[in-house]
């Protein structure tokens, strides 16, 4: 599998535009970890932490979830990686842990992160609310929020990928 990253429009609306950064960011985590084994992509960077590239895709899943499942729809989807027992187990990977079911749950989220996002303009207020402050935002900050996320990460990313394989990349 080869990822294409499309960099979106330099003249686009604003709706385009912004889902075109998110679609961007999605692409570019995917393709730091195209190529590499479950074992490499389950690998830490260093310890304690327990950041690897396939704990942040788990991470990413649980993110898209969240915002665009619970926050914006208000659908009652429980968590998929971690627990309230463990609230970091997106990112507590073990051999168990295999990359299609990580990428697949992952891309099952932006599917219907794209299908819940359609029903609402740029300046809807989310139907459901944040589990822990109890806000309501519209679909602009999502977009916003979830652009920032990932690029977060993505940077987190370059790091991880660049010790496991040396593979370094904008």
């Known amino acids: 599998m080869t990822t294409q990253r499309t960099e979106p429009s330099t003249t686009a609306d604003e709706r385009t535009m912004l889902e075109g950064w998110l679609d961007y960011h999605r692409q570019t ?72 079911e990580a990428y697949g749950t992952w891309q099952a989220e932006i599917a219907k992160a794209r299908e819940n996002t359609a029903r609402f303009g740029l300046d809807d207020i989310t139907v459901g609310k944040h589990r822990r402050t109890g806000e309501r935002y519209n679909l602009r900050w999502l977009y916003t929020h979830m652009i920032e996320e990932y690029a977060r990460h993505n940077g987190h990313a370059d790091l991880l990928r660049e010790r496991i394989d040396g593979a370094a990349g904008d």
């Open 29 to 100: 985590l995917a393709w730091k970890c195209e190529g590499l084994t479950d074992a490499q992509l389950r690998t830490a960077s260093v310890e304690p932490s327990m950041l690897s590239l396939m704990g942040l895709v788990r991470h990413m899943a649980e993110v898209e979830r969240s915002w665009f499942r619970r926050v914006l729809a208000d659908e009652d989807a429980g968590p998929i990686f971690y627990s309230e027992d463990d609230l970091d187990g997106d990112f507590r990977t073990t051999e168990a842990d295999t990359w299609q």
